[in-house]
C-alpha cells in the first residue's frame, strides 16, 4: 500500500539547518505532487513547500521562501526538504503528504487536497 515515512528532525539552534526526507513506497513519484506541511501546538495545519510530479515545479510558502528547498530524488522514491536559517517559529510536527496528479503540474499547498499522510517528524528550533 502507499506509504509515506518522514524522518530528520530534531533539536536545532536558531540559524541552524536541517534536512528532511519523505521516503515513499507503494506508488511512483511521477505521477504524484508531494508537500511538506507543518503543524506547531494550538495552530491549524500549514502548507510549506511542494513539488509537483514529472517537471518538477515547486511552490513554497511565504514564511520560508529563501530559506526552504524541496528537492525529489525518483529513483530512491524520496522527496527531501533542506531547510536553512532555521527560526523558532518554525518549530513544529513536519508531515509530507502526496497527491495523484497522473503526471500534471500540481503545486497546491491546501492540506485538504493531499489524500496520502506520513506519520510527522518534530523539528524543535531552540537555544
Known amino acids: 500500500q502507499l506509504q509515506l515515512v518522514e524522518s530528520g528532525g530534531g533539536l536545532v539552534q536558531p540559524g541552524g539547518s536541517l534536512r528532511l526526507s519523505c521516503a515513499t513506497s507503494?506508488?511512483?513519484?511521477?505521477?504524484?505532487?508531494i508537500g511538506w506541511f507543518r503543524q506547531a501546538p494550538g495552530k491549524e495545519r500549514e502548507g510549506v513547500s511542494c513539488?509537483?510530479?514529472?517537471?518538477?515545479?515547486?511552490n513554497y510558502a511565504d514564511s520560508v521562501k529563501g530559506r526552504f528547498t524541496i528537492s525529489r530524488d525518483n529513483a530512491k522514491n524520496t522527496v527531501y526538504l533542506q531547510m536553512n536559517s532555521l527560526k523558532p517559529e518554525d518549530t513544529a510536527v513536519y508531515y509530507c503528504?502526496?497527491?495523484?496528479?497522473?503526471?500534471?503540474?500540481?503545486?497546491?499547498?491546501?492540506?485538504?487536497?493531499?489524500?496520502?499522510w506520513g506519520q510527522g517528524t518534530q523539528v524543535t528550533v531552540s537555544s
Open positions: 507503494g506508488f511512483t513519484l511521477d505521477y504524484y505532487a
Open positions: 513539488i509537483s510530479s514529472s517537471v518538477g515545479s515547486t
Open positions: 503528504a502526496a497527491v495523484f496528479t497522473g503526471g500534471r503540474v500540481v503545486t497546491t499547498l491546501l492540506p485538504y487536497e493531499y489524500r496520502y
